[in-house]
């Protein structure tokens, strides 16, 4: 087995295991967060770290040779029925050998569990220092606990995954479907067309049981899914395969609703997402905190064209405003990201006193390293007691960014700015392997204002059709007019702290935020040529 480590250009790691077949990936990879393409760059690691041979696993089909199966793809080899593993015929003599590998893997997979688990049971009972008792998990043991398993039957992660086993996407990605495939979605002001309405209403169909399943899910509101944070970094997270997948297929679902005009099942549809996004509020992990916020961005956009389309009945926009609120509340705080903070800096302490396994991870990863900066970084990995002057640096770095997150939006995007000042500060002193780790933190308060400012929009969007509904179809001509019937407060933007933009456009309004440049574009959303976070309702029809 070979280990493949890929830095995506987005800027999320992901790694696995993989048996080569021919020499090359036996099937097509993925980023778990953007999707982009990962193939080329595991064949790069591949063609440098072992010649072709055989797969590991031979079958004896009837014909009495055994041909050889490629291993299973990992939760990040795309789409079922996009790429499937071939066969490669063989000789009986490779039996032995394949049996060989088998065993030495399971071996190896135990020694790993084995490992992991003395590890930690040194990390837990090493010294006499005591952690302080600020209800914060201090090993990956109570990191694993911190993640709650709800009471049993009240788990709404088992009808999520349920409804992902469920989904049949098939091709959709390379079909000309919007937003899961190639395709773009029709302006707001356009009807949509009949032949997309027909395409759209067949991916439908065939997923009514995932559709269900999330339905379902959406009555209980906490979720653990099953995930083993005592395996820090290297726990698998099947469970993000299809989740973004799952959010767009509900996206879809809303949009065809309001193009038939189905105001209330446009409603449900968004709230189902809603529902995938908070299933993951407590889940310590950056990768799944960036699957959240993208989550959360296709709920806004089912909004947005279900308000350009349909009536939706006052009962559901009490339903909405409620949901997003409370999805206010929360990203306001920045709650799940500063859970994944916490989290790293237990796994990246179960790392430095690892560094082997850290040293195979830096020179599997041929995509976020110069040759010199793997160097430097595989040089003091092996150098001992080299890593306690990184670790203390990592320590202080993780202190003065969970005091800085402690502030609300804006004042808490200098939380970026540190991050970028200590990753220069540990250039300057040498400190590769702290260097190696801090890019993984870079821009996440960013991540949250662009997150909190859809929802805020989208908030703001719910209360502008309440008021519609009681001032006889006209929008008012300025927020404050919502406040506080429709609204206690009008939120902020939380890139500056002004408030949102908004201005009445014929039948309609444009609601935006300046977004990360601090730039007012809003007078150019017309031709696209703007870098504002926008909510934009055209014509909307007459309640």
Known sequence: MIPIKILCGCGQKYAFDVEPVGGRMAYAVQCPVCGAEGTTAANQIIAQRAPARPALLATVHNGGQPTFDAPSPPYWAGTPGMASSPRKKGATKFLAPAICAII?????????????SKLEQKQASAGAIVPPDDGLPHTLQELNAWYVEPPSGQNAAQYYLQGFTALQLG??????????????????????????????????????????????????????????????????????????????LCELSAILHAGDKDGKKAADDILMILGLARSLDDEPLLISQRVRVMTIASA?????????????????????????????????????????????RLCWAAMLSAPQKLVELVTANVTDLTPEQRNAVVARLQTPG??????????????????????????????????????????????????????????????????????????????????????????????????????????????????????????????????????????????????????????????
């Open 104 to 116: 030495l893997t399971a071996l190896a997979i135990t020694w790993g569990r084995v490992y992991w």
């Open 300 to 344: 806004v956009t089912a909004w947005e064209q279900a308000v350009n389309r349909a009536v939706i009945p006052p009962e559901k926009l009490v339903d909405l405003a409620k949901a997003f609120q409370k999805l206010e509340d929360s990203e306001s705080h920045g709650v799940g990201f500063a859970r994944a903070a916490t989290a790293d």
């Open 386 to 543: 080299s890593l306690k002057e990184d670790e203390q640096f990592l320590n202080k770095t993780l202190d003065e960014l969970l005091i800085a997150r402690q502030e609300g939006l804006p004042n808490r995007l200098k939380a970026d700015a540190l991050i970028k000042q200590r990753l220069n500060e540990a250039v300057a002193q040498k400190l590769s392997v702290a260097g190696y780790m801090l890019p993984g933190l870079a821009g996440q308060a960013a991540k949250e204002a662009i997150s909190l400012a859809h929802v805020r929009l989208a908030l703001i969007g719910v209360a502008l059709e309440q008021f519609r509904a009681t001032h006889e179809n006209r929008y008012p001509s300025a927020l404050a007019e919502l406040a506080p019937a429709n609204l206690p407060a009008i939120p902020p933007d939380p890139f500056d702290g002004q408030p949102l933009r908004y201005r009445t456009k014929a039948g309609g309004y444009l609601l935006s935020s300046v977004g990360p440049d601090l730039k007012d574009d809003s007078s150019a959303a017309s031709n696209g040529k703007n870098d504002d976070i926008i909510f934009s309702v055209v014509a909307p029809p007459k309640r």
């Open 171 to 248: 091709n959709a990605s390379d079909q000309n479907l919007p937003v899961i495939g190639k395709g773009t979605l029709p302006a707001l002001s356009a009807p949509i067309p009949a032949s997309l309405k027909t395409a759209l209403a067949a991916l439908i169909r065939v997923n009514q049981d995932a559709l269900q399943s999330f339905a379902q899910g959406l009555k209980y509101e906490r979720s653990r899914y099953p995930l083993d944070l005592t395996q820090g970094f290297y726990a698998p997270t099947p469970h993000l395969t299809k989740f973004r997948k799952a959010g767009e």
